[in-house]
Structure formats: C-alpha cells, structure tokens
C-alpha cells in the first residue's frame, strides 16, 4: 500500500474520531487500519489464529500476545477474543483430559450383600423418613433374607467398589438405592438405562411421601397409573409406569 493514499486518510483518524471502514472480507480493511497506525492493531489473521481458525502461525501469535500483554489490545471487543480464546483450550483439555469412566454395572453377587445393606441404611432413611424404626428394621431383614436373594438385582460400581443397586422383579423396580455421597452425578439414571434396554418399559410402586423418588421417576418419564398401600405400614403409594410407546 503506497504512502500517499495514507496521508490523505489519515487526517480523518484523529484521536476521539469514529471511522468506520466497509468491505468485504478479505479487501484489506485491517491492512488499512494497520497502516494508518504502523503497528498491527489489527492483526485480525493472528487472532483466528489464536482462535483455532486457519493454519497456525506461531510467529504472528507471539506478536500477537506481545501486543495484548503491553496493552495495545485494550478494547472490549479483544477483551472478548482472548477471554473465548481461552475458553477454547480450557474446554479442549479438559476434554482430552477427561477420565475414563470408573462406573460399571454387574450382577449380584452373595458377597456383596453386606455392601449393599449399608446403602440402604444410608440411603433409606433419605427417602423414607416417615417410616417407623420398627418398620424399618422389619424392611432392613426382609432386605436380606428375601429381596436380594431372590430378587434379579444388579450393582453399580463406582471405582471398583459397590455404591448403589436396582432391584427387579420382573419387569418392576422393588427397591433403587444410591449411596447419597453419589447422588446428583446421573447414576441413578444409569442404573435405570440399564434395565431398561434388557427389559424395556418399567413398572415401579412409590410411597406417596416419597419426595425423592417420585422427583426422579417422574424426570425419568414414568407417569402415575394407580393408587396403592405398603402392607407393613399402611402408607399410601403410586402406582407408576413408563409409557409404552
């Protein structure tokens, strides 16, 4: 670009002047600006650079973080690039950095019975602290004696070490338990997923004061078709079911 038509540009870009250039991409707009300032404000090549668009330029990128650190990028639109420039790479590490999942999901075992005896004791009271001690007690025995023995129950692991279990009786859940250090992280959900492409659609019975667990199964899709009672209390319950198409 020759100097004269610079001079005759650049008495219109004082300071506190607004100019506005029109083009289109490509035509030298920034060229234009750099030039009437000799330095690179607008070194629009490095920062799609610095923003993951175009070939890589590390010669043009360091001049263009020189710039940045000594100032001469200090308008809110730059402050944006750089801050989404490093969004970028954040987002970009930590998926390349992100662990492999440590869950897993197994059938149960005998020996696992004292694990998952203790995510209930920690996770029921949670559910159901309307029920009695007796009751509860009662439920804790049958847990042990009756439902995981015979029930088709399957073990979540988390790290190699049991956190929670669903139940099955064919086609219905009789008891989902997570252990509540392990709330909130989709297991809950991922136990469910499971049964669910082994069986399909589900059936499960809630206590109607069941706070947490009606929350769940309604996010999950199931929809209340009944009204039923718990036999050891005479708590009322929902009867609740997946749709089946």
Known sequence: MSAAPIAKLAPWCKLGQTVAFLGSSGVGKSTLLNALFMVGVADTAAIQRALGRGEIDSARLARWNKLAAEGRFNSPAMAERKSADKLRHKMINSIQQKPERKTMIRKYK????????????????????????????????????????????????????????????????????????????????????????????????????????????????????????????????????????
């Open 110 to 245: 005998t020996e696992d019975t004292e694990a998952l005896i203790t995510i209930w004791d920690h996770a029921e009271p949670l559910a159901h602290p309307f029920l009695s001690a007796d009751v509860r007690g009662q439920v804790r025995e049958d847990m042990r004696n009756i439902y995981l023995p015979n029930a088709e129950t399957w073990v979540l692991e988390n790290g190699g070490a049991p956190v929670g279990f669903i139940a099955m009786i064919d086609k219905e859940i009789g008891g989902l338990f997570l252990d509540p250090s392990q709330q909130g992280k989709g297991m809950g959900r991922q136990m469910v997923d499971h049964v669910v492409s082994l069986k399909g659609p589900l059936t499960v019975e809630v206590f109607k004061d069941n706070k947490i667990g009606l929350l769940f199964y309604k996010h999950y899709g199931f929809e209340v078709v009944g009204e039923g009672a718990f036999d050891a209390s005479g708590d009322e319950t929902f009867k609740m079911a997946m749709p089946t198409s």
